[in-house]
């Protein structure tokens, strides 16, 4: 069983997360909360927040050689927040640099931008953000979801099915 970290500040899509968290889990991962916030982050269910969940990891305890891979579900708001974050960001370079699978689904792809992991690689991302994708160097798709390497991008919360398979397949390798 390996170990997967999902990626989230407070405002991340609830229902994303859920599905990610299922399809991995049902894939026989164990899924490790990581977050900028040390003990719990809260929801956004498409209009309005909801609970919290707890946060199994630290983003400034987090290491990348703890993990088989990385997944930031969506949300506008929890993507700001991570892109921002000096220790997410460091985490999701590091394990790129390792050669481990990041995934980012729809906004959170500002975060792998941030990384510097968008130049001369294929990606998609949430439409509103696709320039953002293109001025760092992306060869933006419209597509559901898109692999180049172990980069796995997904366009928006409609598309978190073909997102989550694309993510478990790539992990699977």
């Given at each position: 069983?390996?170990?997967?970290?999902?990626?989230?500040?407070?405002?991340f899509e609830q229902g994303e997360m859920t599905i990610l968290c299922k399809?991995?889990?049902?894939?026989?991962?164990?899924?490790?909360?990581?977050?900028?916030?040390?003990?719990?982050?809260?929801?956004?269910d498409n209009t309005h927040w909801n609970g919290d969940i707890p946060v199994?990891?630290?983003?400034?305890?987090?290491?990348?050689?703890?993990?088989?891979?990385?997944?930031?579900?969506?949300?506008?708001?929890?993507?700001d927040t991570l892109r921002a974050d000096d220790f997410i960001i460091g985490?999701?370079?590091?394990?790129?640099?390792?050669?481990?699978?990041?995934?980012?689904?729809?906004?959170?792809?500002?975060?792998?931008?941030?990384?510097?992991?968008?130049?001369?690689?294929?990606?998609?991302?949430?439409?509103?953000?696709?320039?953002?994708?293109?001025?760092?160097?992306?060869?933006?798709?419209?597509?559901?979801?898109?692999?180049?390497?172990?980069?796995?991008?997904?366009?928006?919360?409609?598309?978190?099915?073909?997102?989550?398979?694309?993510?478990?397949?790539?992990?699977?390798?």
């Amino acid at each position: 069983m390996a170990n997967v970290a999902v990626v989230v500040a407070s405002g991340f899509e609830q229902g994303e997360m859920t599905i990610l968290c299922k399809v991995l889990a049902q894939a026989g991962h164990r899924v490790v909360v990581v977050s900028p916030k040390k003990h719990s982050v809260r929801a956004w269910d498409n209009t309005h927040w909801n609970g919290d969940i707890p946060v199994d990891v630290a983003a400034i305890d987090a290491e990348a050689q703890d993990f088989a891979a990385l997944v930031l579900p969506g949300g506008l708001i929890g993507a700001d927040t991570l892109r921002a974050d000096d220790f997410i960001i460091g985490l999701v370079r590091d394990a790129a640099t390792q050669g481990k699978p990041v995934a980012a689904l729809g906004h959170a792809v500002w975060v792998l931008i941030e990384a510097g992991l968008a130049k001369g690689r294929l990606m998609t991302s949430a439409p509103a953000i696709r320039s953002d994708a293109v001025h760092a160097g992306a060869d933006w798709q419209d597509a559901a979801a898109v692999e180049d390497g172990k980069v796995v991008t997904g366009r928006h919360g409609h598309d978190v099915n073909s997102f989550a398979d694309l993510v478990v397949n790539v992990v699977g390798r």
